[in-house]
């Protein structure tokens, strides 16, 4: 299963990133005495009795920024508290219960997943009794701590692991029935999204037009292919920003970036008539963000088909988006069905890559041929060393590497060694999520190549 994340939330300045901080033990939110400081999610892996996820500190709910980024911070914590799979709604014991935090835990109502009220700036026990009005926000147990005062850590972490979603062993996880696979059909207006939905489906299960913009909402559509089922998700098509006008265009947008979260594969549907556009590179940078498998789909190719060699059209679109060489392009027609079933077979080659889970052996055996064969560049005179390295979480695949100093280890370098796992352990067209931690004190791992 995918690493769980455990999202922080509440009104500004109830200590929100101090908590985040505190949790991963180290200072990567800033912290400042006055609200509005945190605008854009922060996330940092970390674990609590060996078992990973990754806390997510967000901006203060509620918050109206002098910059005019309330929407973007808005738009951020939403999308933060719909991926979440614990919520810890923070408020301060200090000031006690205030209208705002009464409208957080309204917004929080409908959410689906394990919320702990977290009453901070309690930093005693004399405290505590002050945090009893927080019970009117519904929110169950009130857990009083201090990140200033280190009270009731291990507590909450405790508390945390216990709430998160159980994780299946590897082993088994091959042996499970494997689940639906759901594909976002994301891409600009008119380049025929809805007609290749169609085509899967063998009906006209949308309104197929040649009037740009006819979807208007995210669809899906269940059907099956050689007796197994799938899920197309069918998104509005998108327009440059400057050019959405109506509340329609705005949340047309939303609705597709929620299609792509959503989504096990993402099919980026291209017009092969016309040049990539600047909505085809930001919606390609937003697949990329979510760590999502994705297919550039080169729509209408008959009209191109002994005019222009594919080949032409592949280093076009790999010169295009650099950062997602790893991603397989496929040519079809929509209209006809041209390539369309052989697409979809590709899209469930790329869906079992994503959910494939690495031994800690062989993973760690491949780390250190990579670095036999290409050491890592000295840092400040210095060697960096890598002690060994362990997949944490699927969807997308994703590497723990614990070195002596994560600062140490270039992006090039970093690149570097994604390629070599990528190439050889059969994750060649998904994106991998990799992390670099600082391997702990009581940790007796020698050096990888060293054992």
């Given at each position: ?132 009005d927080f019970y009117r926000l519904g929110r169950g147990k009130i857990i009083s701590v201090s990140t200033r005062e280190n009270r009731n850590r291990s507590l909450l972490l405790n508390m945390i692991v216990e709430r998160l979603p159980a994780e299946t062993a590897g082993e088994n996880e091959a042996a499970e ?67 959405r006008g109506a509340a329609i265009d705005f949340y047309g947008t939303h609705r597709a970036q929620r299609s792509i979260r959503r989504a096990d594969v993402v099919m980026l549907f291209l017009d092969a008539t016309q040049r990539v556009s600047k909505v085809d590179k930001q919606l390609c940078d937003y697949i990329?963000q979510q760590y999502k498998p994705c297919f550039f789909v080169v729509n209408k190719w008959d009209q191109l088909a002994g005019s222009m060699p594919t080949e032409k059209w592949v280093r076009y679109l790999y010169d295009t988006f650099r950062t997602m060489r790893y991603a397989p392009i496929a040519f079809i ?119």
């Amino acid at each position: 299963m995918a690493v769980s994340r455990v999202v922080i939330v509440g009104r500004p300045n109830v200590g929100k990133s101090s908590l985040f901080n505190w949790l991963a033990g180290l200072r990567l939110a800033i912290v400042e005495d006055q609200p509005g400081v945190t605008r854009d999610c922060v996330d940092y892996l970390t674990s609590h009795n060996d078992r990973y996820f990754e806390l997510v500190d967000t901006g203060g709910i509620g918050i109206q920024d002098t910059d005019n980024l309330t929407q973007h911070i808005d738009d951020q914590i939403t999308t933060a508290i719909e991926s979440a799979d614990v919520i810890l709604l923070v408020v301060d014991t200090r000031a006690g219960l205030v209208t705002l935090d009464e409208e957080v835990a309204r917004r929080l109502r409908s959410v689906d997943v394990p919320i702990l009220c977290i009453a901070n700036k309690a930093d005693n026990e004399r405290l505590d009794d002050q945090s009893a009005d927080f019970y009117r926000l519904g929110r169950g147990k009130i857990i009083s701590v201090s990140t200033r005062e280190n009270r009731n850590r291990s507590l909450l972490l405790n508390m945390i692991v216990e709430r998160l979603p159980a994780e299946t062993a590897g082993e088994n996880e091959a042996a499970e029935e494997e689940p639906t696979m759901k594909v976002a059909i994301v891409g600009r207006r008119n380049v025929g999204k809805s007609t290749f939905v169609n085509t899967l489906a063998q009906a006209e299960r949308m309104i197929v037009s040649e009037i740009p913009g006819t979807t208007r909402d995210s669809v899906d559509v269940r059907f099956e292919l050689d007796g197994k089922a799938f899920i197309a998700i069918d998104t509005p098509g998108l327009r440059r920003s400057s050019s959405r006008g109506a509340a329609i265009d705005f949340y047309g947008t939303h609705r597709a970036q929620r299609s792509i979260r959503r989504a096990d594969v993402v099919m980026l549907f291209l017009d092969a008539t016309q040049r990539v556009s600047k909505v085809d590179k930001q919606l390609c940078d937003y697949i990329a963000q979510q760590y999502k498998p994705c297919f550039f789909v080169v729509n209408k190719w008959d009209q191109l088909a002994g005019s222009m060699p594919t080949e032409k059209w592949v280093r076009y679109l790999y010169d295009t988006f650099r950062t997602m060489r790893y991603a397989p392009i496929a040519f079809i027609t929509a209209q006809t069905g041209k390539n369309v079933k052989a697409l979809l077979n590709h899209g469930q080659m790329l869906f079992k890559q994503s959910r494939l889970r690495i031994p800690t052996g062989p993973l760690n055996r491949l780390i250190s041929d990579a670095l036999r064969r290409n050491p890592p560049p000295l840092h400040q005179n210095r060697r960096p060393k890598i002690f060994y390295a362990t997949q944490v979480g699927i969807q997308p695949p994703t590497i723990v590497l614990f070195c002596n100093n994560p600062q140490s280890l270039a992006r090039p370098y970093q690149r570097y060694l994604l390629g070599a796992v990528r190439d050889q352990l059969h994750f060649e067209e998904v994106p991998i999520k990799l992390y670099l931690r600082r391997r702990q004190s009581n940790d007796s791992r020698n050096e990888i190549g060293n054992e």
